[in-house]
């Protein structure tokens, strides 16, 4: 086993072959300057909130707002939009080292690594051999994967910093802060497959010390090993402690306590005598749930049949119903920040089980719930329980601790913190889309999240909807500033939380599954104390339902964070590099600028429909110079760059009026979808008191030639209100081919706050005026797919563009486009079916294919003699040719296709081994077809002796018009 190391190692590792990634990692020259020149400035440190171990020591900062810092993620989550994030490790590894090693994670600048997770082998992590864990040039941790999950290195690589897959059901992690002033590389041995890295970027290196892997830590390790059964905030001054005696009636609301003056509440804990702890079983999945197939092949064999948590009996079901709809209410400053479901908010959103989480915890014999949420308030505080179930709730407790000071008011008065807020959302999923956790405008911190989900696909694999990753854009970004590989990984766990229910002081599972929930329930729990993702003007935090967004579920989930409405981040300026007009204007400089090429492709990590964006690119290895406006009472400037993600490693010296300012370097890649928006921090140094500044480039030698379609200048400036609507809409296109899809394009279009959504409005008539009727989709992107579902039809557009306030900006003009003679149908868009007597779902992206709307109509008979029903409608009568493509796999039978009761083309034999492929076009003949609808029956007669099973796949049936 190797130990923890502290050594200048950085002469002597290999890197690929790659000199420019050594130079850009390891340089600390440009931090040196850029401290010299904010002592010379008298300029502020900028704030950062609480780093490394003060996170865990003084969680009460979590409060602060306004940091001069993003949270970030490297993950294996698949780069062509599939379900493809680790079972084959193809996106695991940024680049390979001389050596063979894996680097999963690296940057440049200051920062902080919060939270490193890997699974794979059923979370048997010993095959991905050592990782190497590089800051500021140090090599701090050298060691054996498994033996550093295990807690074998020592404090403060123990429990619960780190866990194995038996402490966290399936997964592991490291979650020790590990601060770094100008550099961060993490390596493995071999490719580790699943992970996902997460950390802090920072504006400055201004009062960071790197990260000391000799400090043991002791008094964070015993305050976590406490987490939910006391409150991890050190005392406050001015603490007071109230208890009230309560009985609510179904339907009402009482008051758990109030407060008035400045001030904050630092602990609630409930106490409901009638709360009975939920009971643990053995069960047995029924077999109609049993036998249905993977949707990720392999991943079967690492789900462990365990205890389930089982509710049954009359008290049980009474728990749970007021844990549901039960709701804690919460109002500071006359604003309800707190509306929650009782049990979620505790974080137990299925019963009364244990969690002993390090905000909040849950003591089933004590029938006690616990927070210590710092919430504070300038003038006024009141929280309150509203009775929402059918039972009375009698001879309960409440005990409300209030610390009384001034501080608080003074520091919400000036932004420095935000108030706490708790965002609950309960909804059916919406197919192709994210369910939302948090939605919102204006500057904060998210902290948390619990989480339920109830699955509704019964004839499905049961929980295929944690298949779903978690995305996160900040402040405007297209690109994901976080993507994940699945729901379970993002709390940690793995394969299903295959060890069952587990409770960690930052993470947990209290309910992994539910015995009398056909398509499965699961409860989770997240922090995000050292990794809570800050924002300047915008949140957009949601995750799948699904592989593809597929899954049919409710999902509740309730957000912790803190926030203010007024947001502190304008958009001054927009150069489009490649119009002869905006470079002109920005004095865009270079000996090579490269040629402009254009480049149609899509961001990675959205939902919904596809929306391809075409932009102009120019790609050198030459230095850049340009011009772009700021606020002048700017407190930084972050610079975001749209460019071509199809080569990584891209690294530019960055200089701002001359000054450096830095090395830009971006490691990541994308050949399929080309498209990234990332950003680099100007600092307030170099920045403040301008109007404008001139930003020089030099592309870094040994790396990928420096691309860009777009760059915007957003100042960082004191709170605002957001009072201006966006720009019109400007050079829209519309393209239609021989289907039935019209493609949209137009230019960015400006407004205060980065970015803005734009809403697509279809007419069939000439000169339409947009209505609510007319609207046919909103894009978060200048790029629209319109399915029209016609053949030969003229279709007429105007788009607008809305900001995150709610303002709208003037229609464009209207441009038009026809559709060609070919209808085209997903084939998962025709389900439920009209009749199936075997299981059929909706199936994401799996197995190394990639189907035409990223998901296939799966239907999984297991015996012969099956078949489903699904039904058609045409626009239009005349001749239709009728063309499918299916999957072909070693699992699949012999199928064949019926249209309104007659059979067409021939039987399809889809046995494929070993891989899973797609089939060519298939014809199934010519038919004069009626307007309307129309029935298509497949069935599964018989397989090929060599099968394992009767499957059938169809991405999509298409009806060409050909009189």
Same mark, same amino acid.
């Given at each position: 086993?190797?130990?923890?190391?502290?050594?200048?190692?950085?002469?002597?590792?290999?890197?690929?072959?790659?000199?420019?990634?050594?130079?850009?990692?390891?340089?600390?020259?440009?931090?040196?300057?850029?401290?010299?020149?904010?002592?010379?400035?008298?300029?502020?440190?900028?704030?950062?909130?609480?780093?490394?171990?003060?996170?865990?020591?003084?969680?009460?900062?979590?409060?602060?707002?306004?940091?001069?810092?993003?949270?970030?993620?490297?993950?294996?989550?698949?780069?062509?939009?599939?379900?493809?994030?680790?079972?084959?490790?193809?996106?695991?590894?940024?680049?390979?080292?001389?050596?063979?090693?894996?680097?999963?994670?690296?940057?440049?600048?200051?920062?902080?690594?919060?939270?490193?997770?890997?699974?794979?082998?059923?979370?048997?992590?010993?095959?991905?051999?050592?990782?190497?864990?590089?800051?500021?040039?140090?090599?701090?941790?050298?060691?054996?994967?498994?033996?550093?999950?295990?807690?074998?290195?020592?404090?403060?690589?123990?429990?619960?910093?780190?866990?194995?897959?038996?402490?966290?059901?399936?997964?592991?992690?490291?979650?020790?802060?590990?601060?770094?002033?100008?550099?961060?590389?993490?390596?493995?041995?071999?490719?580790?497959?699943?992970?996902?890295?997460?950390?802090?970027?920072?504006?400055?290196?201004?009062?960071?010390?790197?990260?000391?892997?000799?400090?043991?830590?002791?008094?964070?390790?015993?305050?976590?090993?406490?987490?939910?059964?006391?409150?991890?905030?050190?005392?406050?001054?001015?603490?007071?402690?109230?208890?009230?005696?309560?009985?609510?009636?179904?339907?009402?609301?009482?008051?758990?306590?109030?407060?008035?003056?400045?001030?904050?509440?630092?602990?609630?804990?409930?106490?409901?005598?009638?709360?009975?702890?939920?009971?643990?079983?053995?069960?047995?999945?029924?077999?109609?749930?049993?036998?249905?197939?993977?949707?990720?092949?392999?991943?079967?064999?690492?789900?462990?049949?365990?205890?389930?948590?089982?509710?049954?009996?009359?008290?049980?079901?009474?728990?749970?119903?007021?844990?549901?709809?039960?709701?804690?209410?919460?109002?500071?400053?006359?604003?309800?920040?707190?509306?929650?479901?009782?049990?979620?908010?505790?974080?137990?959103?299925?019963?009364?089980?244990?969690?002993?989480?390090?905000?909040?915890?849950?003591?089933?014999?004590?029938?006690?719930?616990?927070?210590?949420?710092?919430?504070?308030?300038?003038?006024?505080?009141?929280?309150?329980?509203?009775?929402?179930?059918?039972?009375?709730?009698?001879?309960?407790?409440?005990?409300?601790?209030?610390?009384?000071?001034?501080?608080?008011?003074?520091?919400?008065?000036?932004?420095?913190?935000?108030?706490?807020?708790?965002?609950?959302?309960?909804?059916?999923?919406?197919?192709?889309?994210?369910?939302?956790?948090?939605?919102?405008?204006?500057?904060?911190?998210?902290?948390?999240?619990?989480?339920?989900?109830?699955?509704?696909?019964?004839?499905?694999?049961?929980?295929?909807?944690?298949?779903?990753?978690?995305?996160?854009?900040?402040?405007?970004?297209?690109?994901?500033?976080?993507?994940?590989?699945?729901?379970?990984?993002?709390?940690?766990?793995?394969?299903?939380?295959?060890?069952?229910?587990?409770?960690?002081?930052?993470?947990?599972?209290?309910?992994?599954?539910?015995?009398?929930?056909?398509?499965?329930?699961?409860?989770?729990?997240?922090?995000?104390?050292?990794?809570?993702?800050?924002?300047?003007?915008?949140?957009?935090?949601?995750?799948?339902?699904?592989?593809?967004?597929?899954?049919?579920?409710?999902?509740?989930?309730?957000?912790?964070?803190?926030?203010?409405?007024?947001?502190?981040?304008?958009?001054?300026?927009?150069?489009?590099?490649?119009?002869?007009?905006?470079?002109?204007?920005?004095?865009?400089?270079?000996?090579?600028?490269?040629?402009?090429?254009?480049?149609?492709?899509?961001?990675?990590?959205?939902?919904?429909?596809?929306?391809?964006?075409?932009?102009?690119?120019?790609?050198?290895?030459?230095?850049?110079?340009?011009?772009?406006?700021?606020?002048?009472?700017?407190?930084?400037?972050?610079?975001?760059?749209?460019?071509?993600?199809?080569?990584?490693?891209?690294?530019?010296?960055?200089?701002?009026?001359?000054?450096?300012?830095?090395?830009?370097?971006?490691?990541?890649?994308?050949?399929?979808?080309?498209?990234?928006?990332?950003?680099?921090?100007?600092?307030?140094?170099?920045?403040?008191?301008?109007?404008?500044?001139?930003?020089?480039?030099?592309?870094?030698?040994?790396?990928?030639?420096?691309?860009?379609?777009?760059?915007?200048?957003?100042?960082?400036?004191?709170?605002?209100?957001?009072?201006?609507?966006?720009?019109?809409?400007?050079?829209?296109?519309?393209?239609?081919?021989?289907?039935?899809?019209?493609?949209?394009?137009?230019?960015?279009?400006?407004?205060?706050?980065?970015?803005?959504?734009?809403?697509?409005?279809?007419?069939?008539?000439?000169?339409?005026?947009? @209505?609510?009727?007319?609207? %046919?989709?909103?894009?978060?992107? #200048?790029?629209?797919?319109?399915?029209?579902? !016609?053949? &030969? /039809? *003229?279709?007429?557009?105007?788009?607008?563009?809305?900001?995150?306030?709610?303002?709208?900006?003037?229609?464009?003009?209207?441009?038009?486009?026809?559709?060609?003679?070919?209808?085209?149908?997903?084939?998962?868009?025709?389900?439920?079916?009209?009749?199936?007597?075997?299981?059929?779902?909706?199936?994401?992206?799996?197995?190394?294919?990639?189907?035409?709307?990223?998901?296939?109509?799966?239907?999984?008979?297991?015996? @012969?003699?099956?078949?489903? %029903?699904?039904?058609?409608?045409? #626009?239009?009568?005349?001749?239709?040719?009728? !063309?499918? &493509? /299916? *999957?072909?796999?070693?699992?699949?039978?012999?199928?064949?296709?019926?249209?309104?009761?007659?059979?067409?083309?021939?039987?399809?034999?889809?046995?494929?081994?070993?891989?899973?492929?797609?089939?060519?076009?298939?014809?199934?003949?010519?038919?004069?077809?009626?307007?309307?609808?129309?029935?298509?029956?497949?069935?599964?007669?018989?397989?090929?002796?060599?099968?394992?099973?009767?499957?059938?796949?169809?991405?999509?049936?298409?009806?060409?018009? %050909?009189?």
């Amino acid at each position: 086993m190797r130990r923890i190391v502290a050594s200048l190692v950085a002469s002597v590792l290999p890197f690929g072959g790659l000199t420019g990634t050594a130079l850009a990692a390891d340089r600390p020259s440009d931090e040196r300057l850029r401290e010299t020149l904010a002592h010379a400035s008298g300029a502020p440190a900028p704030r950062l909130g609480p780093v490394g171990w003060e996170t865990y020591r003084h969680p009460e900062r979590l409060a602060e707002i306004g940091n001069a810092a993003r949270t970030r993620q490297f993950s294996s989550f698949d780069r062509g939009g599939g379900n493809n994030d680790g079972f084959e490790g193809t996106y695991s590894c940024l680049r390979t080292t001389a050596s063979g090693g894996c680097v999963i994670a690296e940057h440049t600048g200051a920062g902080e690594i919060a939270s490193i997770w890997f699974t794979r082998d059923g979370g048997d992590v010993s095959q991905t051999g050592t990782i190497t864990i590089e800051l500021d040039g140090r090599t701090v941790v050298d060691a054996d994967l498994q033996d550093l999950v295990d807690g074998k290195l020592g404090e403060p690589f123990v429990y619960p910093l780190v866990a194995n897959a038996d402490q966290s059901s399936g997964g592991v992690y490291i979650k020790v802060p590990m601060p770094y002033r100008h550099s961060m590389r993490i390596t493995t041995q071999h490719n580790p497959y699943f992970h996902h890295v997460t950390y802090r970027e920072f504006a400055s290196p201004e009062g960071i010390e790197t990260f000391d892997p000799t400090d043991p830590a002791t008094d964070v390790l015993a305050a976590l090993r406490a987490a939910g059964t006391r409150d991890p905030k050190p005392d406050l001054p001015g603490e007071r402690t109230t208890t009230r005696l309560i009985d609510v009636a179904p339907g009402e609301t009482v008051t758990l306590g109030h407060a008035t003056g400045p001030g904050a509440i630092t602990e609630l804990v409930l106490r409901l005598p009638q709360l009975q702890p939920s009971p643990t079983d053995e069960v047995v999945v029924s077999r109609r749930t049993a036998v249905a197939p993977s949707p990720v092949p392999g991943k079967a064999r690492w789900v462990r049949p365990l205890a389930r948590p089982a509710v049954t009996g009359a008290v049980a079901d009474e728990t749970e119903e007021i844990l549901r709809e039960a709701r804690l209410r919460i109002s500071v400053d006359g604003v309800r920040t707190v509306d929650a479901p009782l049990g979620e908010f505790f974080g137990s959103g299925f019963g009364l089980y244990p969690v002993r989480a390090y905000m909040f915890g849950v003591d089933p014999e004590q029938r006690t719930l616990s927070s210590w949420w710092l919430m504070p308030y300038s003038r006024a505080a009141t929280v309150e329980l509203y009775n929402g179930a059918d039972v009375a709730l009698n001879a309960g407790e409440a005990r409300l601790t209030v610390a009384r000071s001034a501080t608080w008011k003074r520091d919400l008065e000036a932004g420095r913190i935000g108030y706490f807020r708790a965002t609950a959302v309960r909804s059916e999923a919406t197919f192709g889309r994210d369910h939302l956790f948090l939605d919102v405008t204006g500057r904060g911190r998210v902290v948390g999240v619990t989480h339920t989900v109830q699955g509704l696909n019964e004839a499905g694999w049961r929980r295929g909807y944690l298949e779903g990753d978690e995305r996160v854009f900040v402040d405007g970004s297209t690109s994901p500033d976080l993507h994940g590989t699945g729901t379970e990984d993002f709390y940690e766990g793995g394969w299903y939380f295959n060890r069952g229910a587990f409770s960690a002081p930052l993470t947990g599972s209290p309910v992994p599954d539910r015995a009398d929930c056909p398509a499965g329930c699961t409860s989770m729990y997240r922090l995000l104390l050292a990794d809570g993702m800050d924002f300047a003007s915008s949140m957009r935090f949601g995750i799948e339902h699904g592989p593809g967004n597929d899954e049919p579920v409710i999902e509740s989930t309730t957000t912790y964070w803190y926030g203010v409405d007024h947001g502190g981040l304008v958009w001054t300026d927009h150069l489009d590099v490649g119009d002869a007009a905006s470079e002109a204007a920005h004095d865009y400089r270079s000996p090579d600028p490269g040629a402009v090429e254009s480049l149609t492709s899509r961001f990675e990590g959205l939902d919904g429909p596809p929306e391809p964006v075409t932009v102009d690119t120019r790609a050198t290895s030459a230095p850049v110079s340009f011009t772009l406006a700021v606020h002048p009472g700017n407190h930084g400037v972050i610079l975001r760059r749209v460019s071509d993600q199809a080569e990584g490693y891209q690294a530019a010296e960055v200089s701002v009026n001359g000054k450096p300012a830095g090395t830009w370097t971006q490691p990541l890649a994308n050949p399929e979808q080309r498209l990234l928006d990332d950003y680099f921090w100007l600092p307030a140094t170099l920045t403040a008191g301008r109007r404008t500044v001139t930003v020089t480039l030099r592309p870094l030698d040994g790396h990928a030639p420096w691309s860009a379609a777009d760059y915007h200048a957003l100042s960082i400036r004191s709170p605002y209100t957001d009072r201006d609507a966006p720009a019109r809409v400007s050079g829209l296109t519309a393209r239609g081919d021989e289907r039935t899809a019209i493609t949209l394009g137009w230019t960015v279009a400006r407004d205060d706050v980065y970015a803005v959504t734009y809403e697509v409005h279809a007419s069939t008539t000439k000169g339409f005026t947009p @209505s609510d009727e007319t609207l %046919v989709g909103v894009a978060r992107t #200048p790029g629209f797919v319109h399915e029209t579902g !016609t053949v &030969r /039809q *003229t279709w007429y557009y105007r788009v607008r563009a809305v900001d995150a306030a709610g303002h709208v900006g003037a229609f464009s003009s209207e441009v038009s486009a026809t559709t060609g003679d070919t209808l085209r149908i997903e084939a998962e868009s025709l389900l439920p079916p009209v009749e199936a007597t075997a299981p059929v779902q909706v199936q994401g992206n799996c197995c190394g294919v990639v189907w035409s709307g990223n998901a296939q109509l799966w239907f999984t008979p297991t015996t @012969s003699g099956q078949h489903v %029903v699904v039904e058609v409608t045409l #626009p239009t009568t005349g001749t239709y040719e009728l !063309t499918t &493509r /299916q *999957t072909l796999a070693r699992d699949y039978g012999i199928n064949t296709l019926t249209l309104d009761g007659q059979p067409i083309g021939e039987a399809f034999d889809a046995y494929h081994f070993p891989e899973v492929v797609l089939s060519e076009a298939l014809s199934y003949g010519t038919h004069h077809l009626t307007a309307g609808k129309h029935t298509l029956t497949i069935a599964v007669p018989d397989k090929n002796p060599a099968s394992e099973s009767y499957m059938a796949g169809f991405d999509y049936f298409q009806f060409q018009l %050909v009189d």
